[in-house]
């Protein structure tokens, strides 16, 4: 068990400029979740994949945000035109289909990525 | 999304048992309870989780209410590296997604 990876750790961007961050969930994981956590505050969720398939979105996640997980494994996430207030740490999670139902599975959670917009 | 109430702060000697409360009033039978932490420039960790009764893991103790309005998290020594923010979250079986509040930062003093 390696545990979830996210690449890069930290970017510094100017306003205006696109973002791609990449996570690496635990490769037997089916689930995969992105937050955004912003300083004092819990997680926030973003998005949520089962395999390939996008299956749920939050209202935090404008039009400038898009999300893939080509062939169930790795997921990206994509900010155009980056604004100040999208400077946050970006959490991606993942986790496995339970006997128990999706109430009760564990997600484990990458280090982040630390996005500061200048 | 059912909430949680939890204090901001709690402080504990090392060594000492810790209980962390959380208040679900809202909570539905659904509901399973979640416990994370988040150590500093860390991602959360899992905890433990529940739904009607008491539950116990390596790293801690999760004691339910009988009417489940209300949980608390039992370390039963805290070590320093115990010191983090604790998230109490409710997930619904029919697949919510987390939502964490600010959780308890808690501080373990030596």
């Known amino acids: 068990d390696t545990g979830v990876s996210q690449n890069p750790r930290h970017k510094i961007t100017k306003r205006g400029q696109n973002v791609t961050f990449r996570c690496d969930p635990i490769s037997e994981h089916n689930r995969l979740y992105w937050y955004r956590q912003t300083l004092g505050q819990g997680p926030e969720f973003l998005t949520y994949f089962q395999n390939e398939a996008q299956l749920e979105k939050s209202r935090l996640l404008s039009d400038r945000f898009s999300a893939e997980r080509p062939k169930g494994s790795f997921s990206t996430l994509e900010i155009q035109r980056t604004e100040q207030g999208d400077s946050a740490m970006y959490l991606c999670a993942s986790s496995r289909t339970g006997t128990g139902g999706r109430g009760t599975d564990t997600q484990y959670f990458g280090p982040g990525t630390r996005l500061t917009v200048l | 999304d059912a909430k949680t109430t939890q204090p901001n702060s709690m402080e504990s000697n090392e060594e000492e048992p810790v209980h962390l409360p959380c208040n679900h009033s809202t909570i539905s039978g659904t509901d399973y309870i979640h416990w994370y932490r988040q150590l500093p420039s860390q991602g959360p960790e899992y905890v433990i989780h529940?739904?009607?009764s008491n539950v116990n893991n390596r790293m801690a103790s999760l004691a339910i209410a009988e009417d489940r309005k209300s949980s608390t998290l039992i370390l039963h020594r805290a070590t320093l590296r115990d010191a983090a923010v604790y998230y109490c979250i409710l997930r619904s079986v029919y697949g919510q997604n987390f939502v964490f509040g600010p959780g308890t930062r808690l501080s373990v003093l030596p």
């Open positions: 529940g739904l009607t």
